[in-house]
Every structure is written in C-alpha cells, then in structure tokens.
C-alpha cells in the first residue's frame, strides 16, 4: 500500500510583507504546483513578515516524515538574502534536521526561462 506522506517537498521562499495581498502570486505558484505534482507537498516559507518562516516549515515537513526538501528562492535578484541569508539559513536547518536532503536552488530571477517569459510580458 502506498504512503499517504510525499517523501519531498518543494518550499517556496519569498521575502515577506505586511500587506496580505503580497502573498497572493506565491500562493498561486503552490497551488500550481500541488495540481500538477500532487505526490510533492509544497509550501511557502518567508523570510521576514509574514509567517510561516521557513524553521517552522521545515519542522512541520520534518514531523511529517518528509525526506527530502527544495527551497526554492522566489527572488528576481540575487541579493544579500538569496547569496547570503538564505544559504546560512539552510545550514542550520541540515543540523538541525540531519535526516532530510535540503537542496537550495537558485533564484527564480537566474533562470533564463523566466527572463525570456518576462521579456515577453513587456513586449505586449
């Protein structure tokens, strides 16, 4: 019998904001995501703001039985947060959580997809 838990689980990591609506896109991109790959938990972390930040995530994916977490910085620039912040971030949560395979991904704004899809929103 198939486990009801997914062994991984993809983290959406935004900076946060005090304006509620701020969420609205980083919540759409999860709920893309858990249509399209439903054996996958996702969820969205923030880094200052808005809560859930991404300890509490990473605890809740862990007392979960997940294996396996990518954190995915939903960031356009790769700024301190994305080169610095985040990395030491992650870090300790390896320490913390020994038993799950945490990945870092780059920026989304790094990826030549998403520039070229940008670039065609502004060219319409």
């Known amino acids: 019998m198939p486990s009801q ?19 609205k896109p980083l919540e759409a991109v999860a709920a893309r995501i858990a249509r399209e790959a439903p054996d996958v938990a996702v969820r969205c972390a923030y880094l ?12 809740e994916l862990s007392a979960a039985g ?8 939903m960031f356009l620039g790769a700024g301190k947060h994305a080169r610095e912040d985040l990395p030491l971030l992650v870090e300790r949560l390896r ?3 020994p038993r799950i395979a945490f990945s870092l991904q780059p ?3 790094e990826d030549a997809r998403l ?6 929103i502004a060219l319409e």
């Open 5 to 23: 838990t997914p062994a991984k689980a993809v983290v959406l990591f935004a900076h946060g904001s005090r304006d509620p609506l701020w969420r």
């Open 48 to 59: 200052e703001l808005t809560e859930p930040d991404l300890p509490a995530v990473a605890a």
């Open 107 to 109: 920026p989304v704004g």
């Open 95 to 97: 320490s913390e959580h």
């Open 66 to 73: 997940i294996e396996a977490i990518t954190v995915v910085p």
């Open 115 to 120: 520039l070229d899809l940008l670039a065609r």
